[in-house]
């Protein structure tokens, strides 16, 4: 059975951090990326990392303060906050991908979602 189990986000000052955890399990993942949907908006990309993690793509508005990260040999994929604004607000969402393709990517497999609260 595939899965994706989330862990960690929670309530945070801004200015504040946290961290979150995607374990997977049940077959071999490629890309993975990290997905966030605020109330009333569309869900938007946060960043990507390629299978090996030596290529990562992150959206505008979290560069420099977001990091992606995985350990292949735990299966696990991580997204480090820094620097957390009240807008980074969001249900979090980690994905994973039957390809290596690190643009135009389809991702198969969705976690569970994660609230993220940052207050002001």
């Known amino acids: 059975q595939v899965q994706l189990v989330q862990s960690g986000g929670g309530l945070v000052q801004a200015g504040g951090s946290l961290r979150l955890s995607c374990a997977a399990s049940?077959?071999?993942?490629?890309?993975m990326g990290w997905f966030r949907q605020a109330p009333g908006k569309e869900r938007e990309f946060v960043a990507i990392i390629s299978s090996s993690g030596g290529d990562t793509n992150y959206a505008d508005s979290v560069k420099g303060r977001f990091t992606i990260s995985r350990d292949n040999a735990k299966n696990t994929m991580y997204l480090q906050m820094n620097s957390l604004k009240p807008e980074d607000t969001a249900v979090y969402y980690c994905?994973?991908?039957?390809?290596?393709?690190?643009?135009?990517?389809?991702?198969?497999?969705w976690g569970q979602g994660t609230q993220v609260t940052v207050s002001s």
């Open positions: 994905a994973a991908s039957r390809s290596t393709r690190v643009v135009a990517v389809t991702f198969d497999y």
């Open positions: 049940g077959r071999t993942f490629y890309t």
